[in-house]
């Protein structure tokens, strides 16, 4: 459900990039991603029949974003289901915000959650702040969790994504001085995979979350290497190689 509010920022993004620069296909990109959110109107009408609040994707995100809100020591703000707070020792600090939510609604709870991480965040934002990098690094290396030791399998997570951090960065480092003369989807691109980059990275993540901007970076790679000169296009089809 992170990418129902994706949607909405690359297409708040587009809309400004076309007003700006009139440009066609930032246009043509906003009314992609327009027609992307229209077709989402059954379920956020479902959810506001539920809840009474508009755009209302899930009820996940406000646990979500009060354990990477937590500024308790030990806490790096990987996700915990909510019961789990009663059995797990590390866990007590949360004890009584939790048992405090006890008889109310669902809709009720999540307010209440949601409230008290936007608490935690203007109380302690260099928590917060320390929260996130550590979310960072959990999208892309699988680690840190609080009290929990590194596991073998998490290189099973580093190296693919070490390589894809890597295939950003050289995105970056060659396609930004090349904009100008760089295909139209290119931005729209980009705009989607940092949208989705940057909004995980607000809340508990984990290294799937990365899974639908994969195909994007790889795109973006393969134009970085074109425009780099290590690979050459291929002629259009139907069309003799010159080679």
């Known amino acids: 459900v992170a990418y129902g509010w994706v949607l909405t920022v690359a297409l708040l993004a587009l809309a400004v990039g076309?007003?700006?620069?009139?440009?066609?296909?930032?246009?043509?990109?906003?009314?992609?991603?327009?027609?992307?959110?229209?077709?989402?109107?059954?379920?956020?009408?479902?959810?506001?029949?539920?809840?009474?609040?508009?755009?209302?994707?899930g009820n996940s995100g406000s646990l979500s974003l009060y354990w990477m809100a937590s500024p308790?020591?030990?806490?790096?703000?990987?996700?915990?289901?909510?019961?789990?707070?009663?059995?797990?020792?590390?866990?007590?600090?949360?004890?009584?915000?939790?048992?405090?939510?006890?008889?109310?609604?669902?809709?009720?709870?999540?307010?209440?959650?949601?409230?008290e991480a936007l608490a935690n965040i203007a109380d302690h934002p260099d928590a917060y702040a320390r929260n996130v990098v550590s979310n960072v690094s959990r999208m892309l290396f699988n680690s840190p969790y609080s009290r929990t030791a590194q596991q073998a399998n998490d290189v099973f997570y580093a190296i693919p994504n070490a390589i894809l951090l890597g295939a950003a960065i050289l995105c970056a480092v060659?396609?930004?001085?090349?904009?100008?003369?760089?295909?139209?989807?290119?931005?729209?691109?980009?705009?989607?995979?940092?949208?989705a980059f940057g909004l995980h990275a607000l809340v508990a993540a984990y290294p799937r979350m990365l899974s639908p901007i994969v195909p994007l970076v790889v795109w973006l790679t393969v134009l970085a290497f074109v425009e780099a000169g290590l690979?050459?296009?291929g002629a259009p089809r139907g069309t003799p190689d010159p080679s």
């Open 231 to 233: 690979l050459r296009p």
């Open 18 to 57: 076309w007003l700006v620069r009139r440009s066609r296909a930032a246009g043509r990109a906003a009314g992609v991603v327009a027609l992307a959110l229209a077709l989402c109107l059954p379920w956020l009408a479902y959810t506001y029949a539920k809840t009474d609040r508009v755009f209302v994707w």
């Open 174 to 195: 060659v396609l930004i001085p090349r904009r100008r003369r760089l295909p139209p989807e290119t931005g729209v691109f980009a705009v989607l995979a940092a949208t």
């Open 72 to 115: 308790h020591e030990g806490d790096l703000g990987d996700w915990h289901q909510a019961h789990v707070v009663f059995t797990d020792p590390d866990l007590r600090p949360h004890r009584a915000f939790f048992e405090g939510l006890r008889g109310l609604s669902l809709q009720e709870q999540n307010a209440e959650i949601e409230r």
